[in-house]
């Protein structure tokens, strides 16, 4: 079974400032690879999604994240961070190897901007 | 947003009494799921629908219960609950096999 390790529980940074949200997960042939954000008190939304293809994906908001096989990580990264990206941002992977798709999810970074 | 609702989205019971939390979409996706959602350990599975009457165990499973009877409804029920099943719960749907999922936006729990 998958595993997925956020290393980062909370991230503050400054509006305008870059940030990387960390991801890593446990070995497998193929994965397909997930990052989802919250807003408070709403469900998860999709910012990306890795299957296959260009290791480098690009989502909503500006975000983008860079699949990497040989370390097992999917990184989250945008250039520039605005108010309204205050919020909890979950990786998660799906085991590309097995039948159905279930999600293990990753223990969620929540990231703080401040002004 | 996908069209999933949950009900109800939010709900105060004692201990020792049944709940049953329902999602209902309009989508007509063939998967289902139920997870809780507890600080630090992100979304975990509870179970899931591959199908009408098709379910299975997630991660969790333990105390809970899941129908399916139509493609579009999906019942979790806690025949007795506890207060460790204080948590927020979250419905989500997919198409297909390793497509992303469309979650609801979640029923809060609390077990008195």
């Known amino acids: 079974a998958q595993s997925v390790t956020q290393l980062d529980s909370q991230v503050p940074v400054f509006e305008e400032a870059p940030v990387e949200l960390r991801c890593n997960y446990s070995?497998?042939?193929?994965?397909?690879l997930f990052w989802y954000v919250q807003y408070p008190n709403q469900g998860l939304q999709l910012l990306l999604k890795?299957?296959?293809?260009?290791?480098l994906v690009k989502g909503i908001n500006g975000f983008e994240a860079e699949f990497n096989k040989s370390q097992t990580s999917f990184h989250l990264r945008k250039p520039s961070v605005h108010i309204s990206d205050t919020a909890e941002y979950f990786c998660a992977v799906s085991d590309g190897d097995n039948a159905g798709n279930m999600l293990t999810f990753g223990g969620g970074t929540r990231l703080m901007v401040k002004p | 947003d996908a069209g999933i609702t949950q009900s109800p989205r939010h709900k105060v019971t004692e201990t020792g009494t049944p709940v049953t939390l329902r999602c209902h979409q309009t989508e007509n996706h063939r998967y289902m799921y139920w997870y809780r959602q507890d600080p630090g350990h992100g979304l975990r599975l509870i179970h899931y629908s591959y199908g009408v009457k098709d379910t299975d165990k997630g991660e969790v499973s333990d105390g809970y219960s899941v129908s399916r009877s139509k493609t579009e409804d999906f019942l979790l029920t806690l025949e007795s609950a506890t207060s460790s099943q204080t948590s927020v719960y979250f419905c989500?749907?997919?198409?297909?096999?390793?497509?992303?999922?469309?979650f609801g936006p979640g029923t809060r729990l609390t077990v008195l």
């Open positions: 989500a749907i997919s198409p297909q096999l390793a497509a992303e999922e469309f």
């Open positions: 890795y299957l296959s293809g260009s290791t």
């Open positions: 070995s497998s042939v193929s994965v397909y």
